[in-house]
T-cell receptor
């Protein structure tokens, strides 16, 4: 089966930077997604990486290294509203999407 | 505002009840999905429909029965559920492109409690 690992919880201060790591072992690879999910709400799409390197979108950036089976999501200038669960998801060789268990980020004032 | 809606948002049912969850997408997508999300666990894919045809049944017990009457609507019929089926049930949709399915967009989910 597919294996996707990410830390369970992270805490950071408002205005700081937090990096959420995701490692994966899948049968084939067709892209990696990051989603944000606030408690009781739908997961919302944040970013997509299919080639190695960094993708930047405002305060959020996502990095991918396919040879290492590794990605990270970087959240800069943290705001209280960034407190949420962040889900790493990998699309395998059959284009099936497998999710990690999510990282709960708590932003403190 | 999400283009995928789900009703009801919350549901409490006994083990002998029959209920249905509804999902509707307004994004013009041609693929729809049911996921189960339990506390502290990864999202589990349950069913996939492409062009109204079921293409994936991820070893889901028969007490869960999906129905996709058209590419915009998806149902999950529930009967004789167990307490361990209590979870958040998420619907998603995507567009099937020439290189496979594209980004999935999720509905807000139905929080199900089985007593």
């Amino acid at each position: 089966g597919q294996n996707i690992d990410q830390p369970t919880e992270m805490t950071a201060t408002e205005g700081a930077i937090v990096q959420i790591n995701c490692t994966y072992q899948t049968s084939g690879f067709n892209g990696l997604f990051w989603y944000q999910q606030h408690a009781g709400e739908a997961p919302t799409f944040l970013s997509y990486n299919v080639l190695d390197g960094l993708e930047e979108k405002g305060r959020f950036s996502s990095f991918l290294s396919r040879s290492k089976g590794y990605s990270y999501l970087l959240l800069k200038e943290l705001q209280m509203k960034d407190s949420a669960s962040y889900l790493c998801a990998v699309r395998d060789g059959d284009y099936k999407l497998s999710f990690g268990a999510g990282t709960t980020v708590t932003v403190r004032a | 505002e999400t283009g995928v809606t789900q009703t009801p948002r919350h549901l409490v049912m006994g083990m002998t009840n029959k209920k249905s969850l509804k999902c509707e997408q307004h994004l013009g997508h041609n693929a729809m999905y049911w996921y189960k999300q339990s506390a502290k666990k990864p999202l589990e894919l349950m069913f996939v429909y492409n062009f109204k045809e079921q293409t994936e049944n991820n070893s889901v017990p028969s007490r869960f029965s999906p129905e996709c009457p058209n590419s915009s609507h998806l149902f999950l019929h529930l009967h004789t559920l167990q307490p361990e089926d209590s979870a958040l049930y998420l619907c998603a949709s995507s567009q099937e492109g020439p290189s496979g399915p594209e980004t999935q967009y999720f509905g807000p989910g139905t929080r199900l409690l089985v007593l």
